[in-house]
């Protein structure tokens, strides 16, 4: 295979040793400080979790949930941590539909699942970590007591959230008193400080992160859930655990694509490629800074997204719950059948979705010099999520539990207990066997149809990391809440003729800003002739729409 081929190198770093990558450059830098003190793969991936729990917490935080791939080089093996928590034991459809309600509301403390994503710190840690819990926690709890500068995603993201938070019928003072205690705008620049988060992450370093989900810090925290309103319990807690599995794979020319299983939704991005590889890309340099210029591969693109999401809207839910398992999306047969009913010349109109749309993310990455790998992707899902936030701890939490309908027929039917359809997805690209590119980005929906498109840029286009992140993107989604998902999202870089070919499909089309954060923050690590553990190096990239900096070592 040729060397890939160069488009952005603006936004590349090379290392040697080590490399991080994640959407606020503060976060991949206390990341790359734990892989220079020794630190593993994961022990960097646990320090820029928090660090972005601090920085970024209008996308995540420690009350979100996670999802991991992790390759073990000792072992040569791939694995996958399922970090994403559940619906409460007491929280019961029935008795919601009795109050009147046909869906769950989107924010709000019946929206509020038990949060995964530290207990998926503390597995992770307990199987692949080398150092101390204090020296991957420090540089969260000096973030977060010393303060960071406030930046315009997070200044944009408070100020959304004080107007949207009492229009959804949320009481804003628990949430305002944390993230807006001027009761004013942030002025950019200046420094936002979380004394209350710092003591709360300096407790988990200090006698463990168990601690979260079974001793003080759990009580602390039902308290002030229950206090607000939800219906989550001490014994919610107690009993949440993580799960590891397997990863489920793809073959896309040659070049095999991994991702996390159900509940995730690496099935979506895993059959929209599958659907992809049965179709002849464009030439090699039909990618370039105008995005893909052959409007007929974004149209396949854009048709293989609807029908792999009306798969997923039938079928994905928790694992345990589903009518299909995972190898069902891919499997070859049923991809062909698929593929050969897309029409070439015309949009078609899907059915109406039958899940909610939207996304409030952070995707990271880290590699470390023996050549482990982590990609990495947590969330609160909605920005600050349910809006419910505990000034006393700091904590505030996802509204993951939105996704949950209230259907009985529905797959994604609320039960006690039961894990949510996610739209996160981590990936990986191996070659013979090993990773070559760790990936992943924000995006909610989108999330799936980046991974496409950058898995497309960098195997058919031959781009690097740096060139396929920031190329113009596309994707398609309901128009409003359940309604069929045909508004395609454009970024206008693709240029006219694209666009007017896509028009004349049938597509309805709505461009948006150069560089919107709404097409994703995508980041990779490239392993460069097999990376650190092969004598080879690493390759860093960050998306321009977001406020990261790749850093390596």
Not at 88 to 100: I, K, N, S, Y
């Amino acid at each position: 295979m040729p060397p890939p081929r160069p488009l952005v190198p603006a936004f590349l770093a090379r290392g040697a040793r080590g490399a991080v990558v994640a959407p606020h450059h503060l976060a991949a830098e206390a990341g790359l400080g734990v892989l220079r003190a020794g630190g593993s793969a994961v022990d960097a991936a646990v320090a820029t979790n928090a660090a972005l729990a601090v920085v970024a917490p209008n996308a995540c935080g420690l009350g979100g949930d996670a999802f991991w791939l992790i390759w073990d080089e000792a072992n040569r093996t791939l694995l996958a941590l399922n970090g994403s928590g559940r619906a409460p034991a007491g929280l019961e459809p029935a008795a919601l539909r009795a109050q009147g309600l046909d869906r769950l509301p989107l924010r709000g403390p019946l929206t509020i699942t038990v949060p995964g994503a530290v207990r998926s710190w503390a597995d992770a840690h307990a199987r692949f970590g080398r150092l101390s819990l204090p020296s991957i926690l420090d540089p969260a709890i000096e973030l977060a007591a010393d303060g960071f500068p406030a930046w315009d995603g997070f200044i944009a993201s408070v100020e959304a959230t004080a107007e949207l938070l009492p229009r959804a019928g949320v009481d804003p003072t628990g949430w305002a008193a944390v993230f807006r205690p001027a009761g004013r705008p942030w002025r950019a620049g200046e420094r936002v400080r979380l004394p209350a988060l710092a003591t709360t992450i300096g407790h988990l370093a200090t006698v463990g992160l168990d601690d979260f989900y079974l001793g003080e810090l759990a009580e602390r925290q039902v308290a002030a859930l229950a206090a607000a309103g939800s219906p989550i319990r001490l014994d919610d807690f107690r009993n949440h655990t993580s799960t590891w599995s397997s990863p489920i794979t793809v073959d896309y020319r040659g070049v095999t694509v991994a991702s996390h299983p159900p509940n995730s939704s690496g099935v979506v991005a895993l059959e929209i490629l599958g659907l992809l590889a049965r179709f002849e890309p464009p030439a090699p340099d039909a990618f370039g800074p105008d995005g893909p210029t052959d409007p007929h591969w974004v149209h396949l693109g854009i048709e293989a997204s609807k029908l792999a999401f009306a798969d997923r809207d039938a079928h994905l839910t928790d694992p345990e719950a589903m009518t299909v398992d995972a190898a069902w999306f891919v499997d070859p047969g049923r991809l062909a059948d698929l593929a050969a009913a897309i029409d070439h010349r015309r949009s078609r109109v899907p059915a109406a979705a039958r899940n909610p749309a939207g996304g409030g993310t952070v995707f990271f990455a880290a590699v470390d010099a023996d050549g482990n790998a982590v990609s990495c992707i947590e969330s609160h899902y909605m920005g600050f999520g349910s809006g419910i936030a505990d000034p006393a701890t700091g904590i505030h939490y996802q509204n993951r539990g939105a996704y949950f309908s209230l259907e009985p027929a529905h797959p994604n039917v609320l039960a006690p207990r039961k894990r949510t359809l996610h739209t996160l997805l981590p990936w990986m690209l191996l070659r013979d066997g090993r990773p070559w590119i760790v990936g992943g980005s924000m995006g909610g929906d989108a999330q799936p149809q980046i991974c496409a498109q950058l898995v497309s840029a960098i195997v058919d286009g031959g781009l690097d990391v740096a060139g396929a992140v920031a190329l113009p993107r596309w994707f398609v989604e309901p128009e409003a809440h359940f309604e069929p998902p045909v508004e395609v999202r454009i970024e206008p870089r693709f240029g006219g003729a694209v666009v007017e070919a896509l028009r004349a499909r049938g597509h309805p089309v709505t461009p948006v800003a150069p560089f919107d954060a709404l097409l994703g923050h995508a980041h990779a690590i490239e392993l460069v002739d097999g990376g650190p553990a092969r004598g080879g190096t690493l390759a860093a990239a960050t998306d321009p729409r977001s406020a990261g900096l790749p850093a390596v070592w």
